[in-house]
């Protein structure tokens, strides 16, 4: 893909705890050019982003706010990158629906798509070690999250974020064309 002034993106999808964190903060660490992180946690904790959730069915119910707050973050993505800004996402695709937005968001793009892959009994005992997440997600997560589509490259977060870093690097550097997303969108236009 030639140098157009846009930025490029490294999208890690992988289950709850399953590393995507600690893996961008290696991946930042030892990429030889600048890589913004924006991760959608960035915008749900801790952050004071989202308005209390004030009721179970109205304008303050997560019902209502989910939608708005994915949409808009994907368009964020898109507008970084679009100003050649390079991106670090970490991500978990929770629908095709998802995927197919993302897809359509990012398509003039250059997106490197990482399966990061961890098995349920490990997810399981970071998500208790974590303490900050619902239990039993990750259970959830592990059933669907791979299989909405394939990707540029996968790892198994078992192994050391160093490690992961630089095979991850390397296989971006030597990525061929046209890229999984790069495929998607050409599907989702047909």
Not at 90 to 118: A, K, M, R, T
Not at 149 to 178: C, G, H, L
Request: glycine residues 6%; charged residues 25%.
């Amino acid at each position: 893909m030639k140098n157009t002034g846009l930025g490029k993106i490294i999208l890690l999808n992988g289950a709850s705890s399953s590393g995507k964190s600690t893996l961008c903060d290696a991946l930042q660490k030892q990429l030889a050019e600048p890589f913004l992180r924006f991760s959608l946690d960035f915008l749900m904790f801790n952050s004071n982003v989202l308005p209390e959730r004030r009721d179970e069915e109205g304008l303050f119910s997560w019902r209502a706010i989910r939608p708005k707050l994915f949409q808009g973050y994907y368009n964020c993505l898109s507008g970084l990158a679009m100003a050649g800004n390079n991106v670090l996402v970490d991500y978990i695709f929770e629908s095709e629906e998802q995927l197919h937005y993302l897809v359509n968001c990012l398509s003039e793009l250059d997106v490197f798509l990482v399966g990061v892959h961890c098995p349920l009994k490990e997810l399981e005992r970071r998500e208790n070690q974590r303490g900050d997440r619902n239990i039993g997600e990750v259970q959830e997560d592990f059933k669907t999250v791979h299989t909405f589509t394939t990707y540029d490259f996968d790892i198994d977060s078992t192994q050391p974020p160093e490690v992961n870093a630089k095979t991850i690097i390397s296989a971006w550097r030597m990525r061929s064309y046209p890229s999984v997303f790069n495929l998607l969108a050409t599907k989702n236009t047909t």
